[in-house]
């Protein structure tokens, strides 16, 4: 049995498969939100109005993937905006407030890298709809991706008083991006089913693949420990505030249309 | 949200809609492209601002209570009345402006209260009517010493949104030096 | 940024700003004063950067405005975001303003038709473009026209 039929036939399959696309969806969802906090704040026009489409095209992703969690039976809405903050599946490092431009650009380099891989991975899946979905977003995050290298390179590679800042933020920013793999229980399912292989063998591949952009700028890739939580529901006072304001309109009326 | 996009760009649609045709050229260039884009965030207002006028009376009652909040600075908008305006005539003749300040307030009038009596809400001022047989609204008078207080930064939330821009500006200093000195290697 | 020549039609009195147009005397450096000049560097300052779109291929690249950057990747990168979120777009190009050369706004004169040129436009040859355009019709019926 392929790995398509097993999906279709074995219902823990499914529900590993749903719990996929739901981190996806929520990662989506909450680094959007945190890019769309730079609209009216960027060093520059140009990158401020770049940003803000980056921003603008997340949100528009994570709508799809949770169009796609809820084809099960469920509203996209509800999922986005209606469960308590424990129940969203991002990596931590999403939720983190912008802390400075080279921290958000150091953030997007990461979270770019891990997001390609993972959508390549869906793309793979034979899982239709959601493998041609993951076929149509490689095309815009690879944009992203020009964006925050570019920035970066300019950044870490200008003078010495940046390529400090890069450097801090890339050090605080490392043990939360490792918490982009954390694994719970779906991934042993996903992977016996043969979505994907092991957590850590996808962690050494996006290691790999950020080193290509890191290392040229002459940055330290940092050895800590990774900083787990977000894929089981732990969050952080950030992310109440995020959600409380993410979710301000919603809950003043959840059966209103908007 | 949806006052300020159906009415704040609907205003601004005025004004720019005019300076298509004036004599800057720089500005009468870049302007096809913006009321283009001006348009769309228009209908996408509309959208909103309909979805709220059909929906629940609490959504109703935000709706009319937003429209209330920005009711005088859609009128101050097009700047003062004709008779006190210090630089208009200077500015027709030379063709910088197209059309007066009143014109294109009238011609707000004329586009936008039909779509909020359509929908049933109420315009927040009880002085205004449309003369008849004329294309022509009267109006109360706003006080217009508060449009040239915000005009020098004084309105409520100036000095708050100055600040903040200004510390992102100076925070991102060190962002414009390192794209400069990256660009001269 | 100007351009050497306003292709709109301007009322009386109206101008490109000071500056704007091409430096006269093909010098960047803004000298002036040798004799009729009709040509010069935009006059931009170094990090304002023309965008042109290719809508589709085949189609030619046009000037859509201009982006602040400050290096051609930066310009392109941001110039996608600004110019092609809305527009079809295959290709875009970036040339620093400065690089534009341009002929000056009273070197339109040049450019208008002063006598008749009227030999230089089909329609003035009524009979010829009927025998062309029948024999035409002729040797290409197998193709759609």
Known sequence: MNSAARAAADPRVGAAFREWLLRAADDELIIGH??????????????DVAMS??????????RAFYAQVAAGGGDADRLAFAR????????????????????????????????AERLRLLSASGQEPAAGLARTLLREERYHALFADAWLTRLARGREEGHRKVQAALDAAWPEALGFFEATDADATLEAAGFVDSPAAQRRRWDAAVRQVLEPCGLAIPSASPKEGGRRGQHTPEFDRLHDQMTEVWRSDPEARW | MAIIQV???????QTQGALRSCSYAPYARVLKRICYEE???????????????EGTPRQRAMLQDALRRWWTPLIHFFGMPDRVSPHTEKMLAWRIKVKSNEELRQQFLRRFVPIILEYGLEVPDPGLRRVDGEDRYVYTEPDWE????????????????LALRQRFYRQHAWVREAVIQWAAA | MGRGVNAEE??????????????????????????????????????????????????????????HAPDAEMALIVAKENYTRRDP?????????????????????????????????????????????SGWRLSHRDEDQ
């Open chain 1, 84 to 115: 308590a903050p424990a129940d969203y599946r991002h990596a931590t490092l999403v939720e983190r407030e912008n802390d400075g431009w080279e921290w958000s650009i150091v953030r997007l380099v990461l979270y770019e890298r891990y997001e």
């Open chain 1, 34 to 47: 945190r890019h769309s906090e730079w609209t009216g704040f960027g060093p520059d026009i140009e990158s």
């Open chain 1, 53 to 62: 489409s980056i921003a603008q095209e997340e949100i528009g992703h994570a």
């Open chain 3, 89 to 133: 777009c295959v290709n875009l190009w970036v040339v620093r303003a400065r690089e534009i050369h341009a002929t000056t706004e009273d070197a339109a004169e040049m450019f208008a038709p002063a006598t008749d040129k009227s030999y230089r436009f089909g329609g003035s040859y009524r009979k010829q473009q009927q025998i062309y355009h």
């Open chain 3, 10 to 67: 301007p009322p009386e009195g109206a101008r490109e700003p000071a500056g704007s147009g091409a430096v006269p005397g093909g010098d960047a450096s803004g000298a002036t004063g040798r004799g009729e000049s009709w040509e010069g560097r935009l006059d931009a300052p170094p990090d304002v950067w023309a965008v042109f779109l290719q809508a589709r291929t085949r189609d030619p690249h046009i000037h859509v405005g201009d982006v």
């Open chain 2, 39 to 53: 348009d769309f965030h228009i209908q996408l207002g509309l959208d909103v601002w309909r979805t709220l006028a």
């Open chain 2, 146 to 161: 508060e449009l040239k207080r915000v005009g020098r930064n004084g309105g409520p939330k100036s000095a708050e949104r």
């Open chain 2, 7 to 13: 009415f704040v760009d609907g205003a601004a649609m």
